[in-house]
């Protein structure tokens, strides 16, 4: 049964909404990859470049990718992927 009240759970003064939020506060900034790190511009998981081999060339610009799926994908049809800041 829910009969507890807030109370039971914050037994202090604080109201409930002084207990921060990580993902809203996540939400905020931009996902950035770590150092050494880029992202997969196919599938956008973080790949790392110093034990990446697969990667491609387009426009001047390394991509980098975690698997030769995402690289197919990438070569097929470039542009959209490609044209990402
Ligand atoms: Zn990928």
New binding site residues.
């Given amino acids: 049964m829910l009969d507890k009240t807030l109370a039971d759970y914050f037994p202090t003064s604080d109201p409930p909404s002084s207990i921060p939020d990580p993902v809203a506060a996540d939400s905020l900034k931009p996902e950035a990859p770590p150092a050494g790190m880029v992202e997969?511009p196919?599938?956008h998981?973080h790949v790392e470049t110093a034990n990446s081999t697969i990667r491609a060339d387009y426009e001047g610009k390394t991509f980098h990718?975690?698997?030769e799926e995402?690289k197919e994908i990438f070569q097929v049809n470039p542009a959209p992927y490609g044209k990402a800041a």
């Fill in positions: 997969d196919v599938c998981r990718f975690c698997s995402c």
